[in-house]
């Protein structure tokens, strides 16, 4: 197994700059991305005429900086990403292990009917909708992205338990006496992480759309909050004449869920126990 993948090393540089952007944002970004300065409004990036090397990126419609506003972005698309695949994970995880290990009982057969129906539904579809109900907002985003995007790890972690519960390690476990929740807990849960942590990685990629999806129809982070996807609604009507307003914000998002999915791809070669050589050596 390759652990120095080309690709894998570039997504993990990339999320680490973008982590380390958002983290210092304050501290790093060239203007204050909320102030407006009419007589800077359309301003072109520095390496075109006209442009201004105080504004490396240009400014927007109203004469604000865009690279400090890129920056101040990727804090709200890192945070919505993160959080929500913790509450969908954290949700998917317990009752993942709960469906796998009382496989073909009636909490089992419950269980998955509310996933099969879930899944049967756009997840996106699903959030326009609560966020129809609610008010649209930070807060409210996490929340519902969470809510309804918890199904496939359900599935995915109970199909890991239910392999890994008939291996020899859980039956001699059993037989020894130990409770069921000494056996999840020493012998279940960390099979089966691995290939939870590589689909929650790749999880925030597709969070990060859907929260740029909804900024960008105007139902996902409210201003002054500043977000990718808004920024890109706020130069969709300047495409002709000022490209740069809306394309970096575009390569951002692109650049981001790609590097996320790279690094996903990487973490699954990694710590996918199917993947690693020697097959498995060591189960306990």
């Known amino acids: 197994m390759e652990l120095s993948t080309p690709l894998g090393i570039i997504g993990f540089i990339t ?88 496989g073909g009982t009636l909490v089992d057969q419950a269980i998955m009917r509310i996933v099969d129906a879930m ?29 309804t995007s918890w199904a496939q790890y359900t599935r995915l972690v109970r199909g890991e338990v239910l392999s890994v519960k008939e291996r020899e390690f859980v039956q001699s476990a059993k037989t020894l006496g130990a409770s069921n929740t000494h056996i999840i807990r020493k012998h279940i849960i960390p099979n089966v992480l691995s290939s939870f942590i590589v689909v929650a990685t790749i999880g925030i990629a597709t969070a990060i759309m859907t929260e740029s999806s909804l900024s960008f129809l105007g139902l996902g982070v409210q201003p002054p909050d500043i977000t990718w996807g808004s920024m890109l609604n706020d130069g969709r009507n300047y495409i002709a004449t000022s490209w740069w307003i809306a394309t970096f914000p575009g390569l951002a998002i692109t650049i981001t869920v790609l590097a996320i999915t790279f690094l996903g791809d990487w973490l699954r070669d990694i710590l ?3 993947l690693k050589k020697g097959g498995d050596e060591d189960d306990s």
């Open 15 to 102: 999320v680490s700059i973008i982590v380390l952007m958002a983290i210092f944002a304050p501290w790093i970004v060239p203007h204050d991305p909320f102030v407006i300065d009419a007589t800077k409004r359309l301003t072109p990036p520095a390496w075109i005429d006209g442009g201004s090397s105080t504004y490396i990126l240009g400014t927007d419609h109203v004469g604000r900086d865009i690279l400090s506003r890129l920056i101040y972005g990727s804090r709200v698309s890192l945070l919505v990403g993160i959080l929500s695949v913790l509450i969908a994970g954290a949700i998917g995880l317990f009752l993942g292990l709960i469906s796998g290990y009382f």
């Open 119 to 147: 899944l049967a539904i756009p997840t996106l579809l699903l959030v326009l909708v609560a966020i129809v109900v609610f008010d649209p907002g930070l807060v409210t985003l996490i929340l519902v992205i969470g809510l």
């Open 272 to 274: 996918d126990p199917k």
